[in-house]
């Protein structure tokens, strides 16, 4: 059976828990141990799919084709361990399920209440796959004192108690506020924060502290002594130059240390941080930069192409070249000509999106990147619209565009290359939708195969010709119009297994243009960069400046 680390939070949000969580599973792993990691999160939608990236950041997809916290794309950056659905839970997911079982009568006619009932469907989400890890860690969004976060934390307190002793621990992430004008950290909310969690019954074995500035011996004594915690398990968090620095930093202040000294493994098998070493030294000796421009919609918020943002650095550390990614709002290009925002980049990316807006300026991204033979990026969205580009162009069909936009505006307008796909094959089933189905859920979802024409580009990126990779979407390209689109030098090289979905697109006679049905952001880490990424960012570097 697992030991379980939980991990919570206090003081204030976005203190960075996923982060401390995604190392210290990377360090636990370092120290030879399986782990596994989980995130609980108290809102009440029943996952984020539906949730704007605006508000809530990525959506990250899994293998098994759950939306989910943008924090499971943390955990599998550090620890290379593919998320499944049962990694991911939400407030809105269990009383889902609470009330289903309800209206199936499984209760035998019971009042149904937050205890038992709640708290055992979480403790039922916590047990799945406790016998395949050593560690099973699992942080509770939000922080101590939230309403809609109380079930959970009485979740874990009595999970506690149902394990053996010794085989869970609590571990808590708070800040230590600077004041400037005394010169002094602050201790006080870290208190109020560990009364508050004591006051439901969770006692922490291991605080970990935020703060701008390292901690003094003082405090950390007085923080050991008013939050009952071992002095050594008072662990500092430092600000860090990169989140790759997370695993290195946290062991030098000693977490994987506190938290085996907390379940009393001794001795403690000698950690490997070779790979993290490694990791750092291609971060910090990386020789020039390339310029990457990210044609999208959701600018503003970095956190809404995270795993992209990540997946670009993955392949500037594989060439051990800096990469900075510049972000342009797509509707500038339906005002603008591109050109002189776009002169001067070494690569363009159009990411994934949904809905009209911006797509004619990621179009136009797409035509220059063509004709100037700069190297292009298409993910998802951004293969539909250099689809729709080469057939408005070259292709002679000047109305080309998606059933998505048709579908929004409620008329048809467009000549629908890319449509909306209502049946496809998961394994050995068809699945089957409607355009009037629920939004939560209904999209192509998870791991599929794609088979990868012999001596094309990407079959030589991938030095593979069956490749598995991620999908969120429900429009397609439709094959109808491969053979003209291949006439006019869009090759389809890419294509599911029973020859009806393109999944990857690639001009001819051009340095490096992919466009890609699926996201394969997803699954790039630091220590193993997506072969796409590494590619694309070598073909950056090899560009020479273009004005
Ligand atoms: N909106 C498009 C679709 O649903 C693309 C989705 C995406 O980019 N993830 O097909």
């Known amino acids: 059976m697992a030991r379980y680390v939980f991990i919570t939070g206090g003081v204030v949000s976005s203190l960075g828990k996923g982060l401390a969580s995604a190392a210290l599973g990377a360090l636990l792993q370092a120290r030879g141990f399986s782990v596994r990691l989980r995130k609980l999160d108290p809102y009440l939608n029943v996952d984020p799919g539906t949730m704007s990236p605006f508000e809530h950041g990525e959506v990250f997809v899994t293998d098994d084709g759950a939306e989910t916290d943008l924090d499971l794309g943390h955990y599998e950056r550090f620890t290379g361990v593919a998320a499944r659905k049962t990694d991911s839970v939400s407030s809105g997911r269990i009383y889902s399920n609470?009330?289903?079982?309800?209206?199936?009568?499984?209760?035998?006619?019971?009042?149904?209440?937050?205890?038992?009932?709640?708290?055992?469907?979480?403790?039922?989400?916590?047990?799945?796959?406790?016998?395949?890890?050593?560690?099973?860690?699992?942080?509770?969004?939000?922080?101590?004192?939230?309403?809609?976060?109380?079930?959970?934390?009485?979740?874990?307190?009595?999970?506690?108690?149902?394990?053996?002793?010794?085989?869970?621990?609590?571990?808590?992430?708070?800040?230590?506020?600077?004041?400037?004008?005394?010169?002094?950290?602050?201790?006080?909310?870290?208190?109020?924060?560990?009364?508050?969690?004591?006051?439901?019954?969770?006692?922490?074995?291991v605080l970990v502290c935020r703060s701008e500035h390292p901690i003094p011996e003082k405090e950390r004594e007085k923080i050991a002594l008013f939050c009952n915690v071992r002095k050594d398990a008072v662990i500092a968090a430092p600000d860090l130059s990169s989140i790759y620095e997370a695993p290195l930093a946290y062991h030098r202040e000693g977490l994987d240390q506190a938290v085996l000294d907390a379940f009393g493994i001794s001795p403690a098998p000698r950690p490997n941080l070779a790979r993290w070493d490694d990791v750092m030294d291609r971060l910090n000796n990386a020789e020039g930069e390339v310029r990457v421009a990210i044609v999208g919609k959701y600018t503003q918020l970095e956190d809404a192409y995270k795993s992209i943002a990540e997946a670009l650095t993955h392949g500037g550390m594989a060439n051990r070249v800096r990469v900075r990614s510049e972000w342009i709002d797509a509707e500038i290009f339906e005002r603008e000509d591109p050109a002189p925002y776009l002169e001067g980049f070494h690569a363009i990316l159009v990411p994934g999106g949904f809905g009209e807006r911006g797509t004619e300026g990621k179009i136009k991204a797409a035509k220059f990147a063509r004709e100037r033979k700069v190297p292009y990026l298409g993910i998802c969205l951004g293969m539909q619209m250099a689809v729709i580009e080469t057939a408005r162009d070259l292709a002679g069909l000047p109305d080309a565009g998606s059933e998505e936009f048709d579908h929004e505006a409620g008329k048809k307008r467009f000549t629908p290359v890319v449509y909306h796909l209502k049946e496809w094959v998961q394994g050995n089933y068809t699945v089957q939708r409607k355009v009037s189905d629920d939004k939560g859920g209904t999209m192509r979802l998870g791991a599929y195969t794609a088979q990868l024409t012999p001596g094309s580009k990407v079959a030589e990126v991938y030095g593979a010709t069956t490749i598995e990779e991620r999908h969120r979407h429900r429009y397609e390209v439709d094959i109808k119009y491969r053979d003209k689109l291949e006439q006019c030098g869009l090759i389809f090289s890419g294509m599911s297994p029973d020859g009806r979905l393109p999944e990857i697109v690639e001009v001819k006679d051009h340095p490096w243009f992919i466009g890609v049905q699926f996201h394969p952001e997803l699954k790039s880490k630091p220590f193993a960069p997506h072969p796409l990424f590494a590619d694309f960012i070598r073909a950056a570097k090899e560009v020479e400046r273009l004005v």
């Not at 209206?103 to 403790?123: A, C, F, M, S």
């Not at 009595?158 to 600077?178: A, K, N, V």
């Not at 950290?185 to 922490?204: M, N």
């Open 98 to 205: 609470v009330l289903e079982k309800e209206r199936r009568g499984d209760y035998l006619g019971k009042t149904i209440q937050v205890i038992p009932h709640v708290t055992n469907e979480i403790k039922d989400f916590l047990a799945v796959g406790d016998d395949e890890v050593d560690f099973m860690l699992c942080e509770i969004g939000g922080t101590v004192g939230d309403i809609e976060g109380l079930p959970f934390f009485e979740a874990i307190r009595q999970f506690s108690q149902d394990r053996p002793r010794g085989e869970c621990i609590f571990m808590h992430l708070t800040l230590l506020p600077y004041i400037t004008a005394s010169g002094e950290l602050k201790t006080k909310p870290t208190q109020h924060s560990v009364k508050e969690l004591r006051a439901i019954g969770i006692a922490p074995d």
